[in-house]
């Protein structure tokens, strides 16, 4: 059973253009939602971070939205750039553990 | 900068063989994950550990998987036998005590058997 849907699998967006992943989840337990950034031949990284008291956070070009009644969070990245080319996952977990349940990735391709 | 290690990087073997993998968490941190990654399923949690005592390995086929801390130091995960279909990439995460602490993953070993 997959908790947290993510969508699309792939992205290809010009430069300076907005890249927009989105995500759902079934779990009404889930407390805290991490997207984490993967470039070839690392491991993930986290890029932000949101819990469900507030609607949107953001951090540089990297904002997330988050819609509880929904159950629906996305990343927009505005202003995309070439190294922004990577796989982002996002994620979820419950009680501050950090057991996180990760989305199927969305490869993003930025070209110039 | 403190960042998790993985041992090897890269392992090719022939089915049947055995597999070892390790991990050293960054200093100070109690919880390990380990983590297979594949085209098809993605990132799958196959074990987790804190203070070193292992707290849910319900994603680990338990008949050739196991996962141990020997100390706060190193985790291991071992295949025996290799299958085939074991071929992936296996991360191994730690992160700290306090509420939500991030996630902080090694570069993985890639694994592939013939």
């Known amino acids: 059973q997959q908790q947290v849907k993510q969508s699309p699998q792939s992205l290809i967006v010009q430069k300076g253009g907005i890249s927009i992943i989105n995500c759902a989840y079934e779990?009404?337990?889930?407390?805290?939602f991490p997207w984490y950034q993967q470039f070839p031949g690392k491991g993930p990284a986290l890029l932000i971070a949101?819990?469900?008291?507030?609607s949107e956070k953001k951090e540089g070009r990297f904002t997330i939205s988050f819609n509880k009644s929904a159950k629906q969070f996305s990343l927009h990245i505005m202003d995309s750039q070439p190294g922004d080319s990577a796989t982002y996952f996002c994620?979820?977990?419950?009680?501050?553990?950090?057991?996180?349940?990760f989305g199927t990735g969305t490869k993003l391709q930025v070209i110039p | 900068d403190a960042r998790v290690t993985q041992t090897p990087r890269h392992k090719v073997t022939e089915m049947g063989q055995e597999v070892t993998m390790r991990c050293q968490p960054i200093?100070?941190?109690?919880?390990v994950f380990w983590y297979r990654q594949t085209m098809m399923q993605g990132l799958e949690l196959l074990a987790y550990?804190?203070?070193?005592?292992?707290?849910?390995d319900s994603g680990m086929p338990k008949d050739r998987f196991s996962a141990e801390m020997p100390d706060a130091t190193l985790a291991t995960l071992k295949i025996q036998p290799s299958e085939p279909r074991d071929s992936a990439v296996y991360f191994c995460?730690?992160?700290?005590?306090?509420?939500?602490?991030?996630?902080?993953f090694g570069n993985g070993t890639r694994l592939t058997v013939t």
């Open positions: 995460a730690s992160a700290g005590d306090s509420y939500n602490s991030p996630l902080h």
């Open positions: 550990f804190r203070n070193r005592a292992p707290l849910d």
């Open positions: 949101i819990r469900p008291d507030v």
């Open positions: 200093l100070g941190h109690n919880t």
């Open positions: 779990n009404t337990a889930f407390d805290y």
């Open positions: 994620a979820a977990s419950s009680g501050g553990y950090q057991k996180v349940t």
